[in-house]
C-alpha cells in the first residue's frame, strides 16, 4: 500500500496574529506574544543595556546620549512631517529655544536641572509654537523654508543685540550628579517620546492630526479648526526638541548659537531617510547609525562628509523605504514548516 | 415629503454674488430655505451652483451680500464655524480620507467640537466608542455591519459609498442643515433608487436639505421648491414642475428653439 511520508510546507507565521492582535480576541499564546514583542524588546533591552556597556568608556557614553538627541529631533520631525504633513527645517529652532530656555532657567533664576528641564520644555514648546502659528497655512516646501530661517533669525538677533550671552553664551551650567542619572534620564525620556507618540497618533486626537494631512478640506466641513490642530501638533514635535536642548546643554554645561546649527535640522532628515518615514521608530534606528557612523569618520578629517554623503546615497537607492520599513516587511514574512 | 405648518426660516441667502476678477460666478441670487425645506438647486454646469454653496458653507468669501442661519449672520466666517453651527455640507468631488478605514473617516467629525457638545451618541464618546458609533452611522447609510465594507480602507471603496461616506460626515455632526453637492451624480440608476429612500429618511427626521442636482428626475421625487441658475443668476424658483416647464429653463438646459 502506500508509505507513511510526512509531508511539510512552509507557513508565515504573522497572518493569524496579525488578526488576532487587531481585534477583540486575545492572544492565544506565548509563542504570538513574542513574536509582537520581541522587536520592542530588542529595542528598549539595546538602550536600557547601552549605558551599563558603554560606562568605561566615558567618551562613547556621550556618543550614546548624542544618539537619543538625535532621535527625539528626528521623532519629531517623522511626525511633523509624515502624520501631520508639515514637512519642518525647524529641528534647530526647537533645540536651540529649549537649551537657551534652560540656560537662563540655570543660571539667571537658579533652577536646578531636574525643574529647569521639564520649564524649558514647556516654556520653549509654547514659544515655538506661537512662532510658528503664522505660517500654519503653509505647506510643503514653503513651510520647510519659512521653518528654516527661524534658526538664522535666531543666531542674527542674538548676535546682533549681543542678548542672552551673544556670541559667548552661556557658561557654568549645572550638569547631572553622575554618569547613570545623565544616561538613564535622557533614555527614558526619548522612550516616552517614542511610544507616547506611536500611541497617540493611533488614538481619536491623532487621528485628526493625521486627517488634516489626507484633506484639510474635510477636517473643515467636519468642524474643526485645521488652523488649531495644526498648532497642537507642532506643539507636541516642539516639546520633543526643546527637550533635547535643555537636556544637552545640562550635559555639556554651555550653551552658544550653535545650539542653532543647520546640523540640527538637516541630520534628523537624514536619520528619518535611512530609518523609514512614518514609523517614529526608524528615525530612532537612523541616529543609531548616523551618530556613530559620524564619530567613526572623524579620522578621515576632510573626507568625512564625503563618506558620510556615499552612506546616504546608498540608502536612498538602494533602501529607499527606510531600514526599519523594510525589516517590517521581512520579518513579517518569516515563515515556519508545518506537518500537511 | 413632510408637509409644513410653519414656515420658519432657516438659511436666508440676499442678494449674494461673487465674482472671480470680470466673471459673475454667482450675481445677486436670493433664496430663503424653510426648516424641513428640501431645495433643489439646478442649473447646467458653471452656473454658479457649486461657488454658491461655496460661499453659504465658508470655503469661499461672497463679494456681495448676507447669508444668515437662524436669523444670525454667517457671511464670511471660518468654514468650520459655519460647520459648527450645524450647517454641513458634502462635496461634489469627494473628499474622503482615504489612508483610513472608512469607518475611521468618521471618527474624525466625531471628535469635533460639535459632535462632542450635541452629539449625544451613546458611550459619550470616549476612545474605542465613537468607533461603534462610526460603524452604527455607516450601517444606517447602508455599508452593511457584517460585512467588511466598514473597515475597509476608503482610498478602495466605489464611488457609491464614498458618496454615502461624504453623507456619513454630515450625519456624525448632527446636522440641522444639510447641503449635498450632486449625491447622484456618477452613480448607476439602481444606487440612486437606493439613496432617495435615505434622502427621504433624513428629511423626515427633521434634517433641512439643500440639494444641487443634474439628476432633475431623480431630485424632483425627493424636492419640494426647486431653483434654477444660469450663468450665475437666478432664473426662476417654485414647485419642481413649474420650475422645469418654465421657458428659460428648457432654454438654459435645451437651447433656444431658434437653434434648431
Request: aromatic share 10%.
Amino acid at each position: 500500500m502506500t508509505t507513511e511520508t510526512t509531508h511539510k510546507r512552509r507557513e508565515r507565521i504573522d497572518r493569524g496574529i496579525k488578526v488576532r492582535s487587531e481585534s477583540l480576541y486575545a492572544l492565544n499564546s506565548f509563542e504570538e506574544i513574542a513574536y509582537l514583542l520581541t522587536p520592542r524588546v530588542m529595542l528598549i533591552a539595546a538602550f536600557v543595556l547601552m549605558p551599563l556597556i558603554l560606562s568605561p568608556w566615558p567618551y562613547w557614553g556621550r556618543v550614546g546620549l548624542s544618539v537619543c538627541i538625535l532621535a527625539m529631533l528626528s521623532i519629531s520631525f517623522d511626525f511633523l512631517a509624515n502624520y501631520v504633513g508639515l514637512v519642518s527645517l525647524g529641528g534647530a529652532f526647537f533645540y536651540g529655544v529649549g537649551g537657551y530656555m534652560a540656560a537662563v532657567l540655570n543660571t539667571e533664576l537658579g533652577l536646578p536641572p531636574i525643574l529647569s528641564i521639564p520649564v524649558a520644555t514647556l516654556l520653549g514648546a509654547a514659544f515655538c509654537t506661537l512662532a510658528l502659528l503664522p505660517c500654519l497655512p503653509l505647506r510643503g516646501i514653503y513651510f520647510a523654508i519659512v521653518t528654516l530661517m527661524y534658526p538664522l533669525l535666531m543666531t542674527r538677533i542674538i548676535e546682533a543685540f549681543d542678548i542672552l550671552g551673544g556670541t559667548e553664551g552661556f557658561r557654568g551650567i549645572d550638569g547631572f550628579s553622575g554618569f547613570f542619572t545623565e544616561q538613564y534620564g535622557l533614555i527614558l525620556a526619548m522612550f516616552i517620546a517614542l511610544f507616547g507618540l506611536r500611541r497617540f497618533v493611533n488614538m481619536d486626537g491623532g487621528l485628526v492630526i493625521r486627517a488634516v494631512k489626507d484633506n484639510d478640506q474635510s477636517v473643515r466641513a467636519s468642524g474643526i479648526s485645521v488652523t488649531w490642530t495644526k498648532a497642537k501638533a507642532v506643539f507636541l514635535a516642539s516639546l520633543t526638541g526643546c527637550f533635547a536642548g535643555a537636556y544637552y546643554i545640562h550635559m555639556y554645561s554651555n550653551v552658544g548659537i550653535s545650539s542653532f546649527a543647520l546640523d540640527l535640522s538637516i541630520m534628523p532628515i537624514a536619520a528619518t531617510i535611512i530609518g523609514g518615514a512614518g514609523t517614529l521608530v526608524g528615525p530612532v534606528l537612523g541616529a543609531a547609525i548616523l551618530v556613530p557612523l559620524s564619530e567613526f569618520l572623524r579620522d578621515f578629517g576632510s573626507l568625512r562628509i564625503v563618506v558620510y554623503a556615499l552612506v546616504l546615497t546608498g540608502f536612498v537607492v538602494f533602501r529607499s523605504e527606510g531600514l526599519m520599513n523594510y525589516m517590517t516587511r521581512k520579518y513579517q514574512q518569516v515563515e515556519r514548516w508545518v506537518k500537511i | 415629503m413632510s408637509t409644513h405648518h410653519t414656515k420658519e426660516p432657516i438659511l436666508e441667502i440676499r442678494s449674494l454674488s461673487k465674482h472671480f476678477g470680470g466673471v459673475k460666478a454667482v450675481d445677486d441670487v436670493s433664496l430663503t430655505v424653510n426648516r424641513g425645506d428640501v431645495v433643489g438647486i439646478i442649473g447646467p454646469n458653471g452656473s454658479g451652483k457649486t461657488t454658491l454653496i461655496n460661499c453659504i458653507t465658508g470655503f469661499l468669501k461672497p463679494t456681495k451680500g448676507t447669508v444668515s442661519f437662524h436669523g444670525k449672520e454667517i457671511t464670511g466666517k471660518k468654514p468650520h464655524k459655519i460647520a459648527d453651527m450645524g450647517i454641513n455640507r458634502t462635496f461634489q468631488i469627494m473628499r474622503p480620507y482615504y489612508s483610513m478605514p472608512a469607518y475611521k473617516n468618521l471618527v474624525i467629525p466625531l471628535s469635533s467640537p460639535r459632535a462632542k457638545r450635541v452629539g449625544g451618541w451613546r458611550g459619550g464618546g470616549k476612545h474605542g466608542d465613537r468607533d461603534t458609533v462610526a460603524v452604527d452611522i455607516l450601517e444606517e447609510l447602508g455599508f452593511e455591519r457584517d460585512s467588511r465594507v466598514p473597515y475597509k480602507m476608503a482610498g478602495t471603496l466605489p464611488t457609491g459609498y464614498l458618496k454615502r461616506l461624504e453623507l456619513g460626515r454630515c450625519l456624525a455632526l448632527r446636522p440641522e442643515l444639510i447641503i449635498c453637492d450632486e449625491v447622484f451624480s456618477g452613480l448607476s440608476a439602481s444606487e440612486i433608487s437606493s439613496l432617495v429612500p435615505l434622502i427621504e429618511k433624513l428629511n423626515g427626521q427633521g434634517i433641512t436639505m439643500i440639494m444641487i442636482e443634474h439628476r432633475l428626475a431623480e431630485l424632483f421625487r425627493v424636492a419640494n421648491r426647486v431653483m434654477a441658475l444660469s450663468y450665475g443668476e437666478k432664473v426662476t424658483e417654485g414647485a419642481p414642475d413649474e420650475v422645469i416647464n418654465h421657458p428659460k429653463v428648457r432654454e438654459a438646459y435645451l437651447g433656444s428653439e431658434e437653434d434648431f
